[in-house]
C-alpha cells in the first residue's frame, strides 16, 4: 500500500489549507483514513480520523476548523484546514488502516505564519 499526500505550504493566520491523501495498491479494504501532525518541539498530535461509515473524531485543538472527508471510491482522504492558527504549524502525516496494518505518508508542511 502507498500513500500519496498533497498539499499544504505556507498561509497567514485565518487562512485555509486543505491536506489530501491519496492510497493505492493492494487494498482490499480501509478501515480508516487520517492525519497525525508534528509540530517543532512537540509530541506527534492525533489530528482526525474517519472510519467506515463516516464516523470522525477530531483532536480538541481543531474541532470546528478542520474538516476530514473520504471518497471510498478513490480510497482518497481529505483535510480542509480553515481558520488556521500558528499553533498549527507541523510536518502533518497521512496514515491508513487496512485489514490491521497500519501505512504512512511522506510528511507535507504547513506553516501558518505572518
Known amino acids: 500500500v502507498q500513500l500519496q499526500a498533497s498539499g499544504g505550504g505556507l498561509v497567514q493566520p485565518g487562512g485555509s489549507l486543505r491536506l489530501s491523501c491519496a492510497a493505492s495498491?493492494?487494498?482490499?479494504?480501509?478501515?480508516?483514513m487520517g492525519w497525525y501532525r508534528q509540530g517543532p518541539g512537540k509530541q506527534r498530535e492525533l489530528v482526525a480520523t474517519?472510519?467506515?461509515?463516516?464516523?470522525?473524531n477530531y483532536a480538541d485543538s481543531v474541532k470546528d476548523r478542520f474538516t476530514i472527508s473520504r471518497d471510498n471510491a478513490k480510497n482518497t482522504a481529505n483535510l480542509q484546514m480553515n481558520s488556521l492558527k500558528p499553533e498549527d504549524t507541523a510536518v502533518y502525516y497521512c496514515f491508513v488502516l487496512t485489514r490491521g496494518s497500519s501505512y504512512w505518508g511522506q510528511g507535507t508542511q504547513v506553516t501558518v505564519s505572518s
Open positions: 495498491g493492494s487494498i482490499i479494504s480501509i478501515d480508516a
Open positions: 474517519i472510519r467506515n461509515g463516516g464516523r470522525t
